[in-house]
């Protein structure tokens, strides 16, 4: 895994991309992993898979809808395995900036409101514990242009919230937890198009060299060019 991150990462060095096309259609997908040994020698492992697809409508914001699924397993010392699955749909917002004048990397913090439920699992027997309640969840990320509108994405954690209630029972369980540089996630992200004056072709520096001719055209609606003042042909003479 450490090998196939360190060889994406060097794909990123070498293409670049625009992965932050405005009014264009975004398609993603993140997976997490998280493992760890108590003391008592049990183990638990969590992973998660969160797919979405937004509509960035400008350099900076992506609104759109996701869909999670996730498990966390754990296993005592005489071998025996229980798995709480874990599910999700809703929405998010994300917003997104390139670092400095980079064509390469550029960050994003993404907040998430969901819908969840779950259900625990125990060999062969049927699902106990169903639960359902809502969820939300911010994070911040790092992410690398790799290809055409194609990018790596990058996040260690963020804070989240939940609160679920089991079926029959009279209260629900609230959960907040911060999990910054405890939980790792890795992910992939593409553009299309989707009308952009740019159309689909793009070249290194397009991105750097589209926000210029913006910048220039918002100063000329903002300051209108004088009318240059006509010489009539008497004073020529």
């Known amino acids: ?5 360190l060889a994406l990462l060097a794909v ?3 293409t670049t991309a625009n992965a932050q096309e405005p009014r264009s259609i975004l398609l993603y997908g993140n997976v997490g ?7 008592s020698l049990q183990k638990n492992t969590n992973w998660n898979a969160t797919p ?6 400008n350099h900076n914001w992506t609104v759109g809808v996701n869909i999670s699924w996730g498990q966390n397993a754990v296993k005592d010392t005489a071998a025996n395995k229980t798995t709480n699955n874990m599910y999700a749909a809703g929405a998010f917002a994300r917003y997104s900036q ?5 064509e390469i990397f550029f960050w994003f913090a993404q907040y998430e409101f969901a819908y969840q439920g779950g259900y625990t699992t125990m060999g062969g027997n049927p699902a106990t514990n169903k639960m359902s309640g809502i969820y939300t969840n911010l994070f911040p990320a790092l992410g690398v242009n ?6 790596l994405n990058f996040s260690v954690g963020g804070v989240n919230y939940g609160t679920m209630k089991a079926d029959g029972a009279a209260y629900s369980q609230n ?15 593409k553009n299309f198009n989707c009308g952009h004056k740019m159309h689909a072709h793009h070249e290194p520096g397009d991105e750097v060299h589209r926000r210029k001719i913006d910048k220039m055209e918002d100063e000329d609606d903002a300051a209108p060019k004088p009318k240059r003042k006509m010489r009539s042909r008497d004073e020529d003479e």
């Open 12 to 14: 990123g060095t070498i």
């Open 33 to 39: 992993l998280h493992q760890d040994r108590l003391p």
């Open 1 to 5: 895994m450490k090998k196939l991150i």
């Open 98 to 102: 390139y670092i400095r004048r980079s």
């Open 146 to 151: 790799v290809g055409r509108g194609l990018a």
């Open 52 to 57: 979405g697809v937004g509509y960035q409508f």
């Open 175 to 189: 959960t907040l937890n911060f999990t910054f540089g405890q939980q790792m996630n890795f992910g992939l992200s």
